[in-house]
């Protein structure tokens, strides 16, 4: 059975379970005579204590087997290889083992196929099978058997709400310990491949650099390859397009905001409001096409009328058109959280005689600020993480400069740049990119704690 329909047969017990429980607790409420009185909860946490029992024991006992899985079975399979397989160097073995899973799954299959191999693959999916059915035995026992406990403990003076409640508390410590430590490992990731390419290039060197040209020598007579890693330029591009954007952006999208609730009628907000929120589901490339063939065109010819050296890949026409694309990020949450601004602030406001423009400058707006701001955060990351549309309307070249006008590119976008085509995974072209990821997640996370700072010291102002 496979995994899907496994998950698919467990939900099924998982609803079968809940009605049967449901369905104890109504007979024995029926058999007493009290009605539902004599419950100590009601029936639904029965059902809902009966399918935790079902389905949480069963999944655990199916994340842990998918995740220990394939190592067992790979193991098992290299104890079936002859000694002279066995005995191949770690990095040879593995490309043996990767062999027998090309011939199990029909990925690509080696034109001269070896016996040994073929009857490694014949054992690797024996195995497979086997560990399919025996998790599928496991996984509906465990199940059933979780059904068939709780049906026997429902009794009136169970306290099903207390269990329940419990049980779905740990389950949310777990997810969010999950979460945590998923965090954690992204960091790390990131942190112990960036230690590397700082052994080979000084980290000095890389934060404080003005030459971005990460293109490494493969050979020793190669030339052109200078191997500048001077991260500067590229952060300055990022920082330039991020700010042109939050300037079309911000004040776009707040005053759209303060419109749709302190001025609009009902029935303009319930037209114009989701016309809006439209431009959040655009995809990337559609911006990226509209900026590369009509802004880009647009920006460069207007700078020509008037005498000005415009490049046909520029920060101007790429931070134009992301402001646009992120527009909704601030409207809608800035929108959100001035609705949500108590009514009571703006009847205090009237009643002192402020007038309505007054009240929404002065009372409003303070009072919606961390709100804003937060919207404002979140528009920022959206822009700093923006690829596609960088690529295709701002171009690759890191040049040092703050002229809109110009060719520059962006930190995004150099990741990707350094991690495709067939440069060495160990080189310090390759290695960069972790630099620049980590790089971008301090300053990010600086944002954050600026953000945080100011939200903090209104908050405790108005609340």
């Known amino acids: ?77 290299i104890a079936g290889l002859p000694p002279d397989l066995q005995n191949l ?97 992204i960091v790390l990731s990131v942190l112990y491949e960036a230690i590397r390419f700082f052994k080979i290039v000084p980290l000095h060197e890389f934060v404080f650099g003005l030459d971005w040209s990460p293109q490494m020598a493969i050979r020793a007579d190669q030339v052109g390859s200078s191997g500048a890693f001077g991260a500067i330029p590229v952060f300055m591009g990022t920082l330039l397009i991020s700010a042109i954007a939050m300037c079309v952006a911000v004040p776009i999208g707040l005053m759209s905001a303060i419109y749709l609730s302190e001025y609009a009628n009902k029935r303009f907000r319930a037209v114009a409001k989701p016309l809006l929120e439209i431009l959040a589901g655009i995809p990337t490339v559609v911006y990226g096409f509209f900026a590369a063939l009509v802004v880009a065109p647009l920006i460069r010819n207007a700078g020509v009328s008037v005498g000005l050296d415009v490049s046909s890949e520029s920060a101007l026409a ?84 703050v002229n809109p006008l110009n060719t520059v590119t962006t930190v995004t976008v150099q990741i990707v740049t350094l991690l495709v085509g067939d440069q060495e995974f160990d080189s310090p072209k390759t290695l960069a990119a972790f630099a620049l990821g980590l790089l971008l997640f301090v300053i990010t996370l600086i944002l954050n704690i600026i953000a945080l700072v100011v939200v903090r010291k209104y908050r405790e102002q108005y609340e």
């Open 318 to 401: 790429a931070g134009l058109v992301m402001g646009i694309m992120i527009i909704p990020f601030v409207s809608s949450l800035s929108d959100d959280v001035i609705n949500a601004v108590p009514q009571s602030l703006r009847d205090g406001a009237l009643g002192l005689g402020s007038t309505h423009s007054e009240t929404v400058r002065l009372v409003v707006l303070p009072a919606a600020l961390p709100g804003i701001v937060g919207g404002v955060l979140l528009a920022v990351s959206r822009a700093i993480g923006e690829t596609m549309i960088v690529v295709m309307a701002a171009g690759l070249a890191a040049n040092l400069t």
């Open 89 to 185: 160097p770690t990095d040879r073995l593995g490309l043996v083992i990767n062999d027998i899973r090309n011939i199990v799954y029909a990925n690509i299959v080696p034109e001269e196929i070896s016996p040994a191999i073929q009857a490694a693959a014949d054992h690797y999916t024996r195995l497979q099978a086997i560990s399919n059915a025996t998790l599928a035995v496991m996984v509906t026992t465990i199940a059933i058997a979780g059904i068939v406990w709780v049906h026997k403990i429902i009794s009136p003076g169970l306290r099903a709400r207390n269990h329940v409640e419990t049980m779905v508390k740990y389950l949310l410590i777990a997810c969010s310990t999950i979460a945590i430590f998923t965090t954690i490992g």
């Open 1 to 77: 059975m496979s995994s899907s329909n496994l998950l698919l047969v467990l939900l099924m017990l998982t609803a079968g379970g809940y009605f049967l429980g449901r369905r104890r607790a109504f007979v024995l409420a029926g058999a007493s005579g009290g009605g539902r009185q004599i419950l100590h909860s009601r029936p639904t946490y029965y059902g809902a204590l009966a399918a935790l029992w079902c389905a949480l024991p069963a999944l655990i006992v199916f994340c842990f087997w998918q995740i220990f899985e394939s190592n067992v079975v790979t193991q098992m399979v």
